[in-house]
């Protein structure tokens, strides 16, 4: 299965109106971005399709998400990993990990988690290596601490200052690849 289909079918099993507030649900068939509390939003459908479909998530793999939110991408991630894959989602807002924890407890997806980040700590250390990594805020430059989780082979998916960027791992210097113009909230914490 193409990347692109892998997505399209992940985005009919997990509707977006499933991870907004109440009050957003009449938008979530729209493609912009939609607040979710706490001056974070929900990022817009188009970009969320081009990241995953940049990170070719496959099944059985682990996945790391980064300022998952309300969970949606985790959602989406863990469906595209299936039942052999494993996805954890980590967010630096109290109150949103425990949105985003509702939010996956509603759907029965068992192979994915969210955990609170820890301050000053990029990404989840304790877990790594991931074969993807995917992060929904942007970064002032490119971290290395969330390379460095990667496994050899695996790939990152980040805006960094306005881009797109896709990072694979190798045995030397990573493999990187900028793509488009894209906005998002900034990336906190690490």
Known sequence: ????????????????????????QRFAHLDRPLPIG?????????TVRVMLELLDVRPGQSVLDVGCGSAWTTALLAHLVGPTGSVIGVEIVPELVEVGRANLAALPLPNARIEPAVPDVLGRPTDAPYDRVLVSAEAGSMPRALVRQLRVGGVLVIPVAGWMYEVRRTQRLPDVVRHGRFAFVPLIGG
Do not use: L
């Not at 079918?9 to 109440?22: H, M």
């Not at 706490?38 to 188009?46: D, H, I, K, M, V």
């Open 38 to 46: 706490w001056g974070q939003t929900n990022s817009q459908p188009t």
């Open 1 to 24: 299965m193409t990347p692109h289909q892998a997505v399209a079918d992940a985005f009919e099993a997990v509707p977006r109106a499933g991870f907004v507030p109440e009050d957003q």
